[in-house]
């Protein structure tokens, strides 16, 4: 039966893009497909915790589609942005985050979107899972008026509700991220704040006095260092004396997972979530990841490791793939639904692409605005003392 | 409720004042406050008027404040709002900020400004900066205050002025409060205020008494930031200061009077913005032009007035170059005699204002 079914849909595929259309036409039924499946996923490492989070994961269909969605438009859009970068388009500032989809896919699944999270520079995936477009974070690569912060924050500085950027000063996002999570607890609303870092901050003295104060005053905040084991060009073992991250916050419980892992990632957060908003106070979670791009788009990102072990990485562990792959054998979706999804992908980011090399860049009457909220109008010195320029909250 | 504890803190002349005012129905009568107290006084009523509002620093809750500035509030307020921290400002300065961009006022104190250099990226580049990088989307209502400037034998790593420091920086507002009436009406406008505020107390003032209109003590008095007050009107010369300075100045005015030589004294209250207008209007009136600071000449507050008088309409009613008085250019010593000797004197500022009218 089914194979008939797949001959009946060849043909119409078939006959669809003779006539020109380029829709991929499924005869298969969503009664056809798994609704959903139970996952055998990784262990996780624990520190000071007698439990972790579960061993299993359920993935509906729905879900699984929608993970699939988001990580592959996080992938288009960092490897446009990459385009774009070389075209001299995109200027600065450029990180990007392919291969480290599973994390921010995972940790906003885990998370409610009122919950708050804040990261450092290489953010743009972040961006897009805490609500922004793919519009505007490109056009705000480009540096356009219709970019997420007007064209004047760039490719580090990307804002949404609850979500805190977009940090450019190595660690100094995790104080901050404290003081959110504080705001929280504060205000007794039962919300938590996620407070991301790589391997490179992880050594930041201002991290460790972070985790005394979260710790003392039992602060609401998840703690995640994104290992991707390198910080810029400097291997782990060459930076860090205790590479156990997950340990590092010594008094804080702590766990260690694999960040290629979508729904790992995603039961590490839900577990994560569920002990700060009982109270208990702070909790670090290290995600063992690896991105695919160097540390930025200067650096080509094999200097310091092989392109072997990237291409070992991309054949054995991509995080699109993974979740492709267990969908695809458990029947849970078709071949062609998702590359359906990645031709709607592609689109998109081709429209916000379009759109962000095609926007204007920002009115020159714009340049010392947003000094100050809620503030009258005020001069601000130009150039030279006759410049005079005005600006508005 | 708060004025009527600022009276019975003050006490026997408090009292005095009231029952004056109710028996012998004379105009309102002030009141001595000391800046310490004017402090005090101004976070208690803005803790009480808002709930986000909080305070955190080392010492500020169960010590009562390193200073004494904060004394009585934890015991009024709680845990959740005064909170004692660390010996960690790198730390606790970025909590603050982040807790300011959730929705709260935090009130972050440094014991001295000294300590901020530790946590000098969190104010500029975490509040600063903020609200320009989000084009408007992300804002940071936070004070920063503590002690600035030199104090007395605490020597050179405790000694440092940062008005110029951080009246540098874009995004900031600085503020530089004299007398009581400034501490409480500039406290309260910076708490109040809905950007980052830098403000700049002297540890020499605190205990300095100063006499407060009824007006001033008012819940609501506020004074707005970017304003600069004439202390005394003069017409020989311009004389511009801020914090303790203000003090000196007025004192070498009493005595240059003396002699017929009339000063006008302006104190800045705020560093940044810099209120150009008034220094310039002053100018224009009297032709001549002193800065005084307590922070080091180059590339000082008083460097940043005589650019401004330069290149604005104030240059052409100069008769004279305008000079800056300021601190010595060396780290603070130690021994009394060499500390005297290393910030302004009244000696210093008599010489320079008679050096200007003469040259």
Known sequence: MRKMLTIISNVLRGSASRNGARVVVSARTYADFTPQATFDIKKCDLHKLEEGPPLQAVLTREEGLQYYRTMQTIRRMELKADQLYKQKIIRGFCHLYDGQEACAVGIETGINLSDHLITAYRAHGYTLTRGGTVREIMAELTGRRGGIAKGKGGSMHMYTKHFYGGNGIVGAQVPLGAGVALACKYLGNNEICVCLYGDGAANQGQIFETYNMASLWKLPCIFICENNKYGMGTSVERAAASTDYYKRGDFIPGLRLDGMDVLCVREATKFAAEHCRSGKGPILMELQTYRYHGHSMSDPGVSYRTREEIQEVRSKSDPISMLKDRMLSNNMASVEELKEIDVEVRKEIEDAAQFATTDPEPPLDDLCNHIFYNDPPMEVRGTNPWTKLKSVS | ?359
């Not at chain 2, 009024?76 to 960690?88: F, L, M, S, W």
């Not at chain 2, 982040?98 to 580049?125: H, K, W, Y």
């Not at chain 2, 107390?201 to 209109?213: A, C, I, K, R």
């Open chain 2, 1 to 359: 409720m708060a004025s009527l504890r600022c009276l019975l803190r003050s006490g026997k002349t408090a009292v005095r004042a009231v029952l004056r005012r109710e028996f012998h129905g004379t105009p309102p009568a002030a009141v001595q406050v000391t800046v310490r107290d004017a402090l005090n006084q101004a976070m208690d009523e803005e803790l009480e008027r808002d709930e986000r509002v909080f305070l955190l620093g080392e010492e500020v809750a169960q010590y009562d404040g390193a200073y004494k500035v904060s004394r009585g509030l934890w015991k009024k307020y709680g845990d959740k709002r005064i909170i004692d921290t660390p010996i960690t400002e790198m730390g606790f300065a970025g909590i603050a900020v982040g807790a300011a961009m959730a929705g709260l006022r935090p009130i972050c104190e440094f014991m001295t400004f000294n300590f901020s250099m530790q946590a000098i990226d969190q104010v500029i580049n975490s509040a600063a900066k903020t609200y320009y990088m989000s084009a408007g989307r992300q804002s940071v209502p936070i004070v920063f205050r503590g002690p600035n400037g030199a104090s007395a034998g605490v020597a050179a790593q405790h000694s440092q002025c940062f008005a110029a420091w951080y009246g540098h920086c874009p995004g900031l507002k600085v503020v530089s409060p004299w007398s009581a009436e400034d501490a409480r009406g500039l406290l309260k406008s910076a708490i109040r205020d809905d950007n980052p505020v830098v403000f700049l107390e002297n540890e020499l003032m605190y205990g300095v008494p100063f006499e407060m209109s009824e007006e001033s003590q008012s819940k609501d008095f506020l004074i707005p930031i970017g304003k600069a007050k004439i202390e005394r009107q003069g017409n020989h010369i311009t004389v511009v200061s801020h914090s303790r300075m203000v003090s000196l100045c007025l004192d070498a005015a009493a005595v240059l009077a003396k002699e017929g030589i009339e000063c006008e004294v302006i104190n800045m209250r705020t560093i940044r913005p810099l209120d150009a207008e008034a220094i310039e209007t002053s100018v224009m009136k009297t032709n001549h032009l002193i800065t005084v600071e307590g922070g080091w000449p180059q590339f000082g507050v008083g460097g940043e007035i005589l650019a401004r008088i330069m290149e604005g309409p104030a240059f052409n009613y100069l008769d004279a170059p305008a000079v800056r008085v300021t601190g010595v250019d060396i780290p603070m010593p130690y021994a009394k005699i060499l500390e005297d000797n290393s910030v302004p004197q009244i000696k210093d500022i008599i010489f320079s204002v008679k050096k200007t009218l003469n040259a």
